[in-house]
């Protein structure tokens, strides 16, 4: 019976090696041309002025750093077990600062690109003033950077490469940088990504019923302009359906995980049971870069005019 657990248990943790450099690799490579195509698309003539052309451009900016640093350094080393982050001080505190301080503001600048999106689409003009403000947008890129580095720059002093890995301090700031973690990292996302998105469509539909007037006998005005409402209406719904699936399926399994292996950090388990418990946790970290990789791609499927 331990020979049997002992051969499962080396399968699993071969497992997690292999997904790291096959999963872990095509999505270094998907996220890199996901993030030139963005920012060749929203740093076109027709696009660049537009402010949430500017958020989304920082954001692909953002995203680039977080696959080719943080995505790579696992890729090598928990796939290839390149020792990197275990062996230089520096790479460790850079790798866990960038970790959570590249995903908050890649995502800041979406969740700011959404509400730019939803005040356009208000009926007060009180509001639609604040849409499409690219001084402001440029700003507000520059007050999130800031922001996010004062809530996640204690990891550039307080995280070490000791005893072969990279630690927090332990004691209280190992427990308070964890739950932080699990709060700013794998719960605000799909919760706000979900309320902005139903915000925005209920928006939407509604400038398309303000728009489309009934004429006396109950018919629509304007056909064409209905048809174009309600293509614009579909295409944002569909979008944004995407990107809130995306979070689903990728945020909650990770913020299951984290409080998980937070709250049973200290229960006994087998060599089979963390075993398995290592496989799902390497499946949901990478999963986690799943929302960054997809989001041109999302794009592209769902805007025609981005073809």
């Known amino acids: 019976m331990n020979d049997t657990a002992s051969s499962y248990s080396s399968i699993l943790i071969a497992v997690s ?8 690799s095509f999505l270094l490579v998907a996220g890199n041309i996901g993030c030139m195509g ?4 929203f740093r076109s003539p027709t696009l660049r002025a537009r402010a949430y052309s500017i958020y989304l451009f920082w954001e692909a900016v953002s995203d680039f750093l977080y696959f080719n640093f943080v995505l790579m350094t696992r890729v090598l080393q928990r796939g290839f077990r390149i020792p990197i982050l275990t062996r230089y001080d520096v790479l460790c505190k850079l790798r866990v600062f960038l970790t959570d301080w590249s995903n908050q503001v890649s995502f800041s600048f979406f969740a700011f690109a959404t509400i730019d999106r939803l005040l356009s ?17 440029l700003k507000i890129c520059l007050i999130c950077a800031f922001v996010w580095l004062l809530v996640f720059g204690h990891r550039l002093i307080l995280y070490s490469a000791t005893k072969g890995a990279c630690i927090p301090l332990p004691g209280f700031y190992a427990y308070f940088d964890a739950y932080n973690e699990i709060f700013f990292k794998a719960i605000c996302p799909p919760t706000v990504m979900i309320i902005l998105a139903y915000l925005l469509i209920q928006n939407v539909r509604g400038v398309s019923q303000r728009q489309i007037a009934p004429t006396s006998n109950g018919t629509p005005a304007n056909l064409t302009q209905r048809s174009a409402l309600q293509l614009m209406d579909s295409r944002l719904t569909l979008m944004l359906m995407l990107q809130s699936f995306v979070v689903l399926i990728t945020y909650i399994p990770f913020a299951t995980q ?39 791609y999302v794009s592209i499927i ?3 005019g981005f073809r």
């Open 17 to 24: 090696y292999q997904l790291n450099i096959y999963f872990g």
């Open 258 to 296: 984290l409080m998980y292996s937070n709250i049973t950090q200290y229960c006994p388990k087998s060599t089979l049971r963390n075993a398995q418990e290592s496989v799902f946790a390497e499946l949901t970290h990478l999963l986690s870069y799943t929302f960054f990789a997809s989001s041109f």
């Open 38 to 41: 963005n920012i060749i698309l």
């Open 121 to 137: 689409t208000q009926r007060s003009n009180k509001y639609r003033q604040w849409s499409n403000r690219a001084d402001l947008a």
């Open 302 to 304: 769902t805007n025609v």
